[in-house]
């Protein structure tokens, strides 16, 4: 069985640009939660969806940040007009069935702003 | 508002030794506390989780006792390898969060001189 995957392990974009981060859950798993680390940082949760829908988003910044989980194809993290404070590493994690089950978390994506 | 601190930041220790990381939150209203591993530049393993119920698990060389009332938590390895050396993360998942959201420490960053 496969992990969580996510892609690309590495971004790097100059200050403005857009990124797109992407997150395949666990097969079968229909929760999906962000979490950013950021540089000297523990992870802090950001976003909990469930399929096509937003969950809790109590953790994302309220601007320029948005994420989306639709019925077919992987979880987005979208970070439009970076700035080099939004360089972090970028978590997924999936669940089954959410709040009760273990989250399962995968490689992370490592984002640069130049 | 729960928050999740370790102590200490980091560790050196030579091989063979027995060591304890300490994990300490603030809210005793916790569903399980889990330890994650992390390793430089990649993602998280899970390596134990207490239940709100469960004064200890084990897995190993390691051992996790969970005193919910005083709101801490132990992670004992025993015979230290180089191998173990990574950053050692607590998280908790709140009873009264509707969504398992995971709050995190800092991290203990562990290494062990062979």
């Known amino acids: 069985n496969a992990g969580v995957m996510q892609n690309p392990r590495h971004l790097v974009r100059r200050r403005g640009q857009e990124a797109r981060l992407r997150c395949s859950p666990v097969?079968?798993?229909?929760?999906v939660y962000w979490y950013r680390q950021l540089p000297e940082e523990g992870l802090k949760f950001m976003v909990y969806l469930q399929k096509e829908n937003i969950i809790d988003e109590s953790g994302m910044p309220k601007e320029r940040f948005s994420a989306e989980f639709p019925k077919e194809g992987p979880s987005i993290l979208r970070i439009q007009q970076v700035v080099r404070g939004d360089s972090a590493a970028y978590f997924c994690?999936?669940?089954?069935?959410?709040?009760?089950?273990?989250?399962?978390f995968g490689p992370g994506t490592r984002l640069t702003v130049l | 508002k729960q928050e999740v601190t370790q102590i200490p930041a980091a560790l050196s220790v030579p091989e063979g030794e027995n060591l304890v990381l300490n994990c300490s939150f603030t809210?005793?209203?916790?569903?399980?506390l889990q330890w994650f591993r992390q390793d430089p530049g990649k993602g998280l393993t899970s390596l134990l989780l207490?239940?709100?119920?469960?004064r200890e698990q084990t897995s190993g060389r390691l051992n996790a006792s969970l005193d919910k009332s005083s709101g801490r938590s132990t992670l004992y390895i025993a015979a230290s390898q180089p191998g173990d050396s990574a950053t050692y993360l607590c998280a908790v998942k709140l009873s009264s969060s509707n969504t398992g959201k995971l709050i995190f420490g800092q991290g203990t960053t562990l290494q062990v001189k062979p």
């Open positions: 809210d005793s209203a916790i569903y399980n």
């Open positions: 994690a999936s669940s089954p069935t959410g709040f009760t089950d273990t989250q399962y």
């Open positions: 097969k079968g798993h229909s929760h």
């Open positions: 207490i239940q709100s119920s469960q």
